[in-house]
């Protein structure tokens, strides 16, 4: 399966993105899907997760309240909509997919990614 991550942008702090990821070769409805994000220098960290029905999802402590992911199968599509955005969200964003759902958190539970997008907040 191939993942398109689109949506990323620079908006102001407070404000808000919808990023969406576009997965071609394949169902969507197969695939757990996971957001993670990568600043320079920095390992790439856990976002947020989705079950393959969708009726599971994970959120790191940092964005929990403030981000949420959803999917529509139908449209073999992934949204990450992110309020109250924050500086400290500045990050390239990736969607990634897999099919196991033992630690969603963890980068190895998948076996696709996007090429990311890049989120940049101003203060």
């Known amino acids: 399966v191939q993942l398109q991550a689109s949506g990323g942008g620079l908006v102001q702090a407070g404000g808000f993105l919808r990023l969406s990821c576009a997965a071609s070769g394949g169902p969507l409805s197969s695939y757990n899907m996971g957001w993670f994000r990568q600043t320079s220098g920095q390992e790439r960290e856990f976002v947020s997760a989705?079950?393959?029905?969708?009726?599971?999802?994970y959120y790191a402590d940092s964005v929990k309240g403030r981000f949420t992911i959803s999917r529509d199968n139908a449209k073999n599509t992934v949204y990450l909509q992110m309020n109250s955005l924050k500086p400290e969200d500045t990050a390239v964003y990736y969607c990634a997919a897999g099919t196991r759902w033992y630690t969603p958190q963890l980068n190895n539970e998948y076996s696709y990614w996007g090429q990311g997008t890049q989120v940049t907040v101003s203060s």
């Open positions: 989705i079950s393959r029905l969708g009726g599971t999802t």
